[in-house]
């Protein structure tokens, strides 16, 4: 059975990726791979999404500059349509990512993306008819600048019957909105992804089934991304774990999460089992880790 259409709501960036040889060299030079790449959670999400044949919109916000137009065209290139918003004077976001030993510190410039309004949400729903799932970037909902157009992304798409996942995008801006606002914010969602820090930063302690039945106090279902560790999920009093199905060489791991959050929708709207769901999600973020940003192969 074929997905009805998902609506992507969040962030459209340029990447500019960089894996390091070894340690950063403080005040001095590190030798790098340096790529330039389209990137964003949202836009991520959107196109491994596309490149498994879910029919997906990306609605979000870019400058009207360069970057967001290639932005734009390489992600219809790659089957996603867009519904993005250009925003004269504002530069499309820009996110430094540092890759170094399997791990990835980004340094962030939203831009434009501060500029999604809930009444473009709204229209881009409006315009889509055969759409059947929503699934919002946490990054609108942690700047107070676009924090409207994510939660009327959410009340929206329940207004129009639709399911909805949230990803909860990243730990340290989760802590400075504090666990107890986000948790209210997604409240009503059908599916709440975290990885382990992010985990922590919501429900505390550091035993993963115990933070995610923590958490599914507060949604309908919580999934735990725990990269080579696997992921699990909870739903009720039902708790299901899958280890990671192959082990392979990381060589970015930028996207990672956004993969796996695109496998998995892609298997769970479907009407696929948990843990069929979590296999395939895990087996696609496994191979995003094998490349250099945050897109799929070509």
């Not at 030079?29 to 389209?38: E, K, L, M, S, Y």
């Not at 290639?70 to 976001?93: F, I, Q, Y």
């Not at 959410?154 to 129009?160: M, S, T």
């Not at 695109?262 to 490349?291: C, F, I, M, N």
């Amino acid at each position: 059975m074929r997905p009805g259409r998902v609506l992507v709501v969040g962030d459209v960036v340029t990447d500019v990726v960089a894996v390091l040889a070894g340690p950063v060299a403080p005040g001095s030079d590190t030798p790098a791979a340096i790529r330039v790449t389209g990137g964003g959670q949202a836009a991520n999400t959107a196109a491994w999404l596309a490149a498994q044949g879910v029919p997906v919109t990306l609605v979000g916000a870019v400058g009207d500059d360069d970057a967001g137009r290639d932005r734009a065209a390489e992600l219809a290139r790659g089957g996603v349509h867009c519904a993005l918003a250009t925003h004269a004077g504002t530069a499309t976001g820009t996110v430094i990512v540092l890759a170094a030993e399997g791990e990835r510190t980004m340094i962030t410039e939203r831009g434009a993306n501060l500029r999604l309004s809930p009444e473009h949400v709204e229209a881009a729903l409006a315009a889509a008819p055969d759409a059947r799932h929503l699934h919002l970037s946490g990054y609108p909902l942690l700047d107070a600048a676009s924090r409207p157009a994510g939660l009327r992304a959410l009340a929206a798409a329940h207004e129009h019957g639709l399911t909805t996942s949230v990803d909860a995008a990243s730990a340290a801006p989760l802590r400075q909105v504090g666990a107890a606002a986000f948790l209210t914010w997604v409240r009503d969602a059908d599916l709440l992804l975290v990885n382990a820090d992010e985990a922590a930063a919501l429900a505390g302690g550091t035993d993963p089934a115990q933070q995610a039945r923590t958490l599914a106090g507060r949604v309908r279902r919580v999934v735990v991304k725990r990269g080579a560790a696997g992921a699990l999920w909870v739903e009720g009093d039902t708790l299901v774990e899958v280890t990671a199905p192959r082990r392979v060489p990381v060589v970015d791991a930028t996207g990672a999460g956004d993969a796996f959050a695109a496998g998995l929708l892609a298997a769970w709207l479907t009407g696929a089992p948990a843990p069929t769901a979590l296999a395939r999600a895990a087996d696609l973020g496994a191979t995003a880790v094998t490349t250099t940003g945050a897109r799929p192969p070509h």
